[in-house]
């Protein structure tokens, strides 16, 4: 008997990841929970279990740690989970002046978002592919499409995850693997550092409600992948940013962003 599929969503204890986590079981997906929150997760999946018959298993972990992205691959392969959707969704933000911040918090922050994410891919893609099926959804943000004074390291890491996302869907073409690179704007989750600097300052419009966000995601990943900008106004604002030099785009949002 072949093991059941899951989709595997990290940072799932609050936000865009419980967003994600919530309407994938109600879809009838299995669902692995990985977030630093043990008890959140317990008692999400518990919740989840109950409400769409599913199996929805918590995995602790804190994957700003190095190497706990291959450790969670690797333990993930061990227990003979099946992985047919990975949701790389963890992330936290960094604000300020870029000397005056702790180091230790932005290398955190590169590994959160780039290495583990990069790990996670690197040893769950084996599968989707020797199947010809499967898809990865990448949270990036529309800060990847600028750079962002005041929060140098994250919007720098959110650059990397887009580009990377975007060039390894054309890899996978051929292999029926969707890539799905998801640049929300200003969110209402728990996310108040840097996400309510967004949504405060540069989307009009207000926060978005996570529900938008993961449906847009959800649908095109449905449609074979590609880029998702949740909202006209989000969209228009990039197209907007094409007229002007990089340069005059950072000393406006630096302006804008000023602690």
Known sequence: MSPPFYSLITGASSGIGECFARQLAARGKNVLLVARSGHKLETL?????????????PLEIDLSVPGAGGQLARQVNQRGYAI???VNNAGFGARGKFWELPF??????????IEALMELTYHLLPGMIERQNGGIINVS???????????TAY???????????????????????????????GTRTNFVNIGAREG????PGGPQP?????????????????????RLVN??????QRFLPRETVARLLARMSKP
Do not use: W
């Open 104 to 113: 230790d918090q932005q290398t955190s922050l590169m590994r959160l978002q």
């Open 84 to 86: 047919d959707l990975l």
């Open 155 to 185: 919007a720098a890491t959110k650059a990397f995850m887009s580009s990377f996302s975007m060039a390894i869907r054309e890899e996978l073409r051929p292999y029926k693997v969707a890539v799905v690179t998801l640049c929300p704007g």
């Open 141 to 151: 943000s529309m800060t990847g499409f600028q750079p962002i004074p005041y929060a």
């Open 45 to 57: 999946g518990s919740e989840l279990k109950t409400k769409h018959t599913i199996l929805a298993e």
């Open 200 to 203: 405060r300052h540069k989307f």
């Open 235 to 240: 969209k228009a604002s990039i197209f907007a």
């Open 210 to 230: 996570p529900e938008e966000v993961v449906n847009d995601a959800l649908m095109q990943l449905q449609q074979g992948g590609g880029l998702v900008v949740p």
